[in-house]
């Protein structure tokens, strides 16, 4: 079957814009993930949704970071006023349920020039 | 901040050698999984072992898990050219909830 699907694949963008990413997790997966990847900080955790209830949103670096989760599917994360350290690829996790193999997306390269 | 680490840094062997390498965590846990990531993008997950699970096998892959010791191996064993990737361990748990803390990650190179 199909896996997580992430778009854009790259994202060049300048300093101060606002980004979109999306996420398409696995049908049926009540979980979905977000995290980033960059050479300073490793893998971190960004925001966790799960079924209706609240985001877990405790990994969201400033208020700039913002997320929801449509439908119970779909999955936007939004950067606003775009800095040079939001560089990074941001990957997304989907899992049938919590405490099981998480599933991730190819992920999205975001540079902010 | 990283849970764990992973053990070698960097480890390169030749194609038909095993490759261990070994992760270490600090708090307690649910469940440790491995992934592989080719080429810096996305993550394929290769095996989850629970923490009441001492061993697990999927393939040519073998996975410990020492929770008195906080730590865990992935032996892969016959390795092949296309197993060059790094790999990462990554943990959920009681305090933390089920989204996973990563290790620092090995990189392995297989020689053909």
């Known amino acids: 079957g199909a896996g997580v699907s992430q778009s854009p694949s790259n994202k060049v963008t300048e300093k101060g814009k606002d980004v979109e990413l999306r996420c398409d997790p696995i049908s049926g997966h009540t979980a979905l993930y977000w995290y980033r990847q960059s050479l300073g900080q490793g893998l971190e955790f960004l925001i966790y949704f799960q079924g209706n209830s609240a985001p877990d949103k405790s990994g969201l670096p400033s208020d700039r970071f913002s997320a929801e989760r449509t439908g119970g599917s779909v999955s936007t994360l939004t950067i606003q006023r775009t800095q040079q350290e939001d560089s990074a690829v941001y990957l997304c996790a989907s899992s049938p349920r919590p405490y099981n193999e998480q599933f991730f997306g190819p992920g999205t390269r975001l540079t902010v020039l | 901040s990283q849970q764990g680490e992973e053990d070698p840094q960097a480890l390169s062997i030749q194609e038909g050698e095993n490759a261990t390498m070994n992760c270490s965590y600090k708090t307690s846990i649910n469940n440790l999984q491995w992934y592989r990531q080719n080429s810096g993008r996305g993550l394929v997950h290769l095996i989850l072992i629970r923490s009441n699970e001492r061993e697990k096998h999927s393939g040519r892959l073998r996975v410990t898990l020492d929770t008195s010791k906080k730590s865990s191996s992935l032996l892969i064993t016959a390795s092949r050219a296309a197993d060059t990737a790094s790999y990462f361990c990554?943990?959920?748990?009681?305090?933390?909830?089920?989204?996973?803390?990563f290790g620092e990650g090995t990189q392995l190179t297989v020689n053909p």
């Open positions: 990554a943990t959920d748990g009681a305090t933390s909830g089920s989204r996973l803390t």
